[in-house]
């Protein structure tokens, strides 16, 4: 078995089948958008070339384009925030005590598992005016029944309210990734930094966070790509209203190729969210790289 790991040739046999499977299950359908968003297609008459009408159309005049950008980088800014910097504190809490952290991981965890439908009508209820959610009951229990509000068709608070079910989803992930880094961190290291008198802060700071800034990195990459492609819970909990509140890319680049059956327009938005999903990447590698020097 050694001799066929070292054999250079035996390896790219082995690698082969899992890279044609990625051409064409990930570049071949990028690539074939692209291909379409150079057309003005209804999905039943000949495809018209028009050039980068499209990609005209999506940069210079279409403001609810823009408003679906803007509502996505909140929705990225709070979604990102919950689940990596949550599931941090979690997990540095989770290393901090030793009885009852399995049962305390299994519940945070539990939410991952949770289908998209069921944590839309659960966060439905919880958000309910009428009848009167958990949410508001609460508000109205502790004296602030003056904040009461129906939260999923507040102008103000709708894009929040959409964007917590999916943070809250998957905290317990992030947690247990977190939390899998911080305990593999060799002991005698942190013993070695509390006889020299460090605090729990310089500790964390100075020991904990460099060694565990890989992993905190993907963490954050996968957080950011995950909620730049965020569609079913906002799209079944409000469906991007009330008018374009809670409207992300993705919902909008659906409505726009399945339900105005302009294809063409919807395949230039795709392809424009695969490029912001790079774009984000890098920016992340590069600040997070950036504080090592």
């Known amino acids: 078995m050694d001799k066929v790991l070292r054999n250079r040739k035996a390896a790219l046999v082995f690698l082969l089948p899992a890279l044609l499977v990625y051409l064409l299950t990930v570049l071949a359908p990028i690539l074939w958008s692209m291909y379409f968003s150079f057309f003005s297609w209804d999905g039943v008459s000949d495809m018209l070339y028009i050039g980068f009408d499209n990609y005209t159309k999506m940069f210079g005049g279409d403001k609810t384009f823009w408003k679906a950008f803007s509502n996505n980088l909140i929705y990225v800014s709070i979604i990102v925030a919950m689940q990596v910097l949550l599931g941090l504190l979690v997990a540095i809490l989770l290393t901090n005590i030793t009885k009852g952290r399995e049962l305390f991981k299994t519940l945070y965890f539990a939410p991952a598992i949770i289908t998209s439908v069921a944590i839309a009508q659960l966060f439905q209820n919880v958000y309910s005016f009428e009848p009167v959610g958990i949410l508001n009951f609460c508000l109205q229990q502790i004296g602030l029944g003056d904040w009461s509000k129906p939260w999923l068709s507040d102008l103000n608070w709708a894009l929040s309210a959409v964007s917590v079910p999916e943070g809250w989803r998957y905290i317990g992930l992030y947690m247990i990734i977190l939390y899998s880094a911080l305990i593999s961190i060799p002991a005698d290291i942190e013993e070695a930094a509390r006889i020299d008198g460090a605090s729990s802060w ?92």
């Open 202 to 293: 310089n500790l964390f700071r100075s020991i904990k966070m460099p060694l565990i800034k890989p992993v905190l990195m993907v963490s954050i990459i996968m957080a950011t790509t995950g909620a730049l492609k965020g569609f079913d819970i906002p799209y079944i909990m409000t469906n991007g209203g009330p008018g374009r509140v809670t409207e992300l890319l993705p919902t909008y680049m659906y409505k726009t190729a399945f339900s105005s059956l302009d294809f063409g327009y919807g395949s230039a938005m795709a392809v424009f969210i695969v490029i912001e999903s790079l774009i984000a990447v890098a920016f992340i590698r590069r600040m997070m790289d950036s504080k090592e020097t």
